[in-house]
C-alpha cells in the first residue's frame, strides 16, 4: 500500500523475483506452435533457465532488498525444480486456452477491478464428472457453468499437503489445515471475475504448487460473491476517502516497508526485542535503524603534559 500510496520506490527479493521469472518462463513455454513447450528438449529448458533466471538479477539489482550469492544459487535452484516439475507434468498436456491473461472490469461507480489469470484450462466432462460430479447430469455439464478451471501458479515453500510431516493426519485435522485455501478471497475474487467477463462459473480452481508438482483442487459458488463484494465496497470506500487502516499480521514479515510504516507513528519506532529466559530475567528492546543524534559536540583531544622548564 505504501508503495502505491506514499510513492516509496518498488523493492523485489528472491521469493518474488523467482516467482515472477518463474511465471515468465512457463509463459514463454507455451507460445511455441511447434513444440508442446517451446524447448525441444527438458535440459535445453533447464539450460534457458539459469540464463533467464541470471538476466533478471542483473536487472533488478538496484531494487533487492539483499544481495547474497547464497540466496541467488538456492533460488536459482528452486526456480529450476519448478520449471522441471512444470514440464514433466504438462509436456503431454494441451495448451492452456489462455495463458497469463490480464482483464479488467467494472465494478463499482468509479472502480475498475482488474486481474491476471495465470492459466485457463479446458476440462473434458469426462473429467468434471471425477472431480464434480455434482456438476453433470445425464452427461452433460450444468447450465451455467463452462468447461475450464483457473490455473494459479505457485513457487513458494508453503503447501496444502502436510502428510509428508504428519503422515496420520485426520480428515477434520486436513480440512482445518486447508481452510484458508478453500476460503481465500482472492480464489473468490478470480471467480467473480472469470463470471463478470464470460457469464459463466468455471468448474474448479487448482492452487499449483510447482515446487512438488502437487495441485490442490478448489472451488466457489455464486453464493460467496456477496462476502467478497461486501470486502470490496470496504476498500474502495476506503480509497475513495484516503482512508488506509493498518492490517497489521504475519504478512508483515515480508513487507518492503516496516521502516516507513514504523516512522508513521513518531512515538513508537521499529524495533526488536531480544529474547529472554523467563519473565523480568533480561532482554531488552532494541531501535532499528539505530538513530545518531545530531548537534554540537565537545571534541576532548589529548595532548602530551608539557616537560616542566619549557
Known amino acids: 500500500m505504501l508503495h502505491y500510496v506514499m510513492g516509496y520506490e518498488r523493492k523485489t527479493d528472491h521469493p518474488r523475483l523467482m516467482g515472477s521469472t518463474v511465471h515468465q518462463f512457463v509463459h514463454t513455454m507455451h507460445t511455441s506452435a511447434k513444440n508442446p513447450l517451446y524447448y525441444s528438449t527438458l535440459k535445453k529448458a533447464q539450460g534457458a533457465w539459469w540464463w533467464k533466471?541470471?538476466?533478471?538479477?542483473?536487472?533488478?539489482?538496484?531494487?533487492?532488498?539483499?544481495?547474497?550469492?547464497?540466496?541467488?544459487?538456492e533460488y536459482g535452484v528452486s526456480g529450476l525444480c519448478c520449471i522441471?516439475?512444470?514440464?514433466?507434468?504438462?509436456?503431454d498436456k494441451p495448451r492452456p486456452i489462455e495463458v497469463e491473461k490480464r482483464f479488467k472490469v467494472r465494478m463499482f461507480p468509479k472502480v475498475w477491478f482488474v486481474g491476471i489469470?495465470?492459466?485457463?484450462r479446458s476440462i473434458s466432462v469426462e473429467s468434471i464428472a471425477n472431480i464434480r460430479p455434482d456438476l453433470i447430469v445425464k452427461g452433460v455439464l450444468r447450465e451455467g457453468y463452462d468447461p475450464v478451471v483457473l490455473v494459479d501458479l505457485k513457487t513458494g515453500k508453503k503447501s496444502y499437503d502436510p502428510r509428508h510431516f504428519r503422515p496420520d493426519i485426520s480428515d477434520d485435522e486436513l480440512a482445518a489445515y486447508q481452510f484458508s485455501l478453500h476460503e481465500n478471497m482472492q480464489i473468490t475474487a478470480y471467480y467473480w471475475l472469470y463470471y463478470q467477463v464470460y457469464g459463466k462459473l468455471p468448474v474448479a480452481f487448482y492452487w499449483y504448487h510447482l515446487r512438488s508438482g502437487k495441485a490442490f483442487m478448489t472451488y466457489r459458488n455464486k453464493s460467496d460473491f456477496r462476502t467478497f463484494l461486501d470486502m470490496m465496497r470496504y476498500v474502495a470506500d476506503g480509497f475513495m476517502n484516503e482512508l488506509y487502516p493498518l492490517r497489521v499480521g504475519d504478512h508483515c514479515t515480508y513487507c518492503?516497508?516496516?521502516?516507513?510504516?514504523?516512522?508513521?507513528?513518531?512515538?513508537?519506532?521499529?524495533?526488536?526485542?531480544?529474547?529472554?529466559d523467563g519473565i523480568d530475567s533480561g532482554g531488552r528492546m532494541n531501535i532499528w535503524p539505530q538513530e545518531i543524534p545530531i548537534g554540537a559536540t565537545q571534541l576532548k583531544l589529548k595532548f602530551p603534559a608539557p616537560r616542566k622548564g619549557k
Open 53 to 73: 533466471w541470471k538476466t533478471a538479477l542483473e536487472k533488478n539489482e538496484p531494487i533487492m532488498r539483499e544481495h547474497s550469492k547464497k540466496k541467488d544459487d
Open 84 to 91: 522441471t516439475n512444470y514440464w514433466n507434468s504438462n509436456i
Open 117 to 120: 489469470f495465470d492459466q485457463v
Open 256 to 276: 518492503d516497508y516496516n521502516k516507513e510504516c514504523a516512522e508513521l507513528r513518531a512515538d513508537r519506532p521499529l524495533m526488536f526485542s531480544e529474547p529472554s
